[in-house]
């Protein structure tokens, strides 16, 4: 059974960062691509960053671009996002998201989210 | 940027009503299109990807059908549990925009 669990959300002051990560578990997590998505309060979702299998491919929306960087420890089943110079609207749910074999494609499986919430 | 606009924005329904939610893209993004689940509080879930492909372990209920900008998910006989948030995504083209939403409850 595919499981992937984020954590090291919390609170920051603006302009602070913040790392999380997401472990997974349940299938062969080097081969696929992975995702981060984050829901605004009272929003709908916002894709934000995903990197390849092997780690060599990363893409980001421009919102986020130059400021957050995402990473994998294949050794590890482990996925990471930090998130520097955070800005209130980056105030969300943040949702680790288990891709295709391809960057480009559906996202099969969701984590429950952790929650990072920006303010002085 | 890919646009992606999602109808209705909600809709109520009955217990064993069809429910169709439309979304369009523009411009064109063939058959990369994702259809998501959401309850509050839970983690989203994939119903439908590549347009018409049913995700793994979704009831045959669900089902999408489209190309290029225009899409459709129906629900053939929705159930007590199929309340929520439906979400389309496309995954054509760089940012993978989703949908504004469309909110189901029951009538």
């Known amino acids: 059974e595919v499981h992937l669990l984020e954590s090291g959300g919390g609170l920051v002051q603006p302009g602070g960062s913040l790392r999380l990560s997401c472990t997974a578990s349940g299938f062969t997590f080097t081969i696929y691509a992975m995702n981060w998505v984050r829901q605004a309060p009272g929003k709908g979702l916002e894709w934000v960053t995903g990197i390849s299998g092997s780690g060599g491919v990363t893409l980001y929306a421009d919102s986020v671009k130059g400021r957050f960087t995402i990473s994998r420890d294949n050794s590890k089943n482990t996925l990471s996002l930090q998130m520097n110079s955070l800005r209130a609207d980056d105030t969300a749910v943040y949702y680790c998201?288990?891709?295709?074999?391809?960057?480009?494609?559906?996202?099969?499986?969701w984590g429950q989210g952790t929650l990072v919430t920006v303010s002085s | 940027d890919i646009q992606m606009t999602q109808s209705p924005s909600s809709l109520s329904a009955s217990v064993g009503d069809r429910v169709t939610i439309t979304c369009q893209a523009s411009?064109?993004?063939?058959?990369?299109l994702n259809w998501y689940q959401h309850k509050p509080g839970k983690a989203p879930k994939l119903l439908i990807y590549d347009a018409s492909n049913l995700g793994t372990g979704v009831p045959s209920r669900f089902s999408g059908s489209g190309s290029g900008t225009d899409f459709t998910f129906t629900i053939t006989s929705l159930q007590p549990e199929d309340i929520g948030t439906y979400y389309c995504?496309?995954?054509?083209?760089?940012?993978?925009?989703f949908g504004p939403g469309t909110k189901v409850d029951l009538k």
């Open positions: 995504q496309q995954s054509d083209n760089l940012p993978f925009t």
């Open positions: 411009p064109d993004i063939s058959n990369h």
């Open positions: 998201a288990k891709g295709s074999l391809s960057v480009y494609g559906g996202n099969t499986y």
